[in-house]
């Protein structure tokens, strides 16, 4: 996939941003598109990912995804990225994407931007639970979501269908919207989930 420059970025009207903060990962799946999880593995540079966004014009976007890697595996990373996007986009809806293997750190770690418009998207496949160390999220993860912690939209990705549990966020995946991704190494792509690392 083509990367984009600054400049190719500067002239698109962006409505959905994929932000990838680590490649790290504690799991191992088989269908996994990202590189070096376990070792020589990268972070976004929070300096670069502030020049990024200081260059864009980000006042239609809607939607905003956090990706890893495994996130909560860097809660300092999480804390400094929402503290950029409350500054740049404060209307968008943000999505933290997890495997739900270290889910209490991470609400922690989110529970001050409760604030924002927080969601929060858990794998749960067949591909995931082959994982010697992975959690029955219905069974293990849900019951520590406080239901009143903040308004969290929570969304499990199974391998039948998505199931949508407390919030609704089905309707943010329907929009057909002018996306871009960076990933971990700043690099630029045209496409917020499938970001090449
Ligand atoms: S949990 Fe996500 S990032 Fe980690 S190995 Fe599985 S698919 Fe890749």
Redesign the pocket.
């Known amino acids: 996939m083509k990367q984009l420059t600054i400049d190719e970025v500067r002239k698109m009207k962006i409505a959905e941003i994929g932000i990838q903060i680590t490649t790290k990962?504690?799991?191992?799946?088989k269908?996994?598109?990202?590189k070096n999880?376990h070792a020589n593995t990268k972070d976004i540079d929070i300096e670069k990912l502030k020049q990024i966004l200081c260059c864009l014009e980000l006042s239609e976007v809607k939607k905003v995804l956090i990706l890893?890697?495994?996130i909560s595996l860097k809660p300092t990373l999480v804390k400094e990225v929402l503290e950029l996007l409350k500054t740049k986009c404060s209307n968008a809806n943000i999505i933290l994407f997890s495997?739900g293997s270290n889910i209490k750190p991470l609400l922690d770690t989110v529970e001050p931007f409760s604030n924002l418009k927080l969601g929060l998207v858990l794998?749960d496949t067949s591909?995931?639970r082959m994982n010697s160390n992975y959690k029955d999220i219905k069974e293990e993860v849900l019951p520590q979501i406080p239901d009143n912690i903040f308004k969290l939209g929570v969304e499990i990705v199974t391998d039948e269908k998505l199931k949508i549990f407390k919030s609704d966020l089905s309707d943010l995946s329907k929009e057909d919207m002018t996306g871009i991704g960076i990933n971990a190494s700043g690099d630029i792509y045209p496409d917020s989930c499938i970001i090449p690392n």
């Open positions: 990962c504690n799991f191992n799946c269908h996994c598109y990202v999880k890893g890697g495994e495997n794998s591909y995931h």
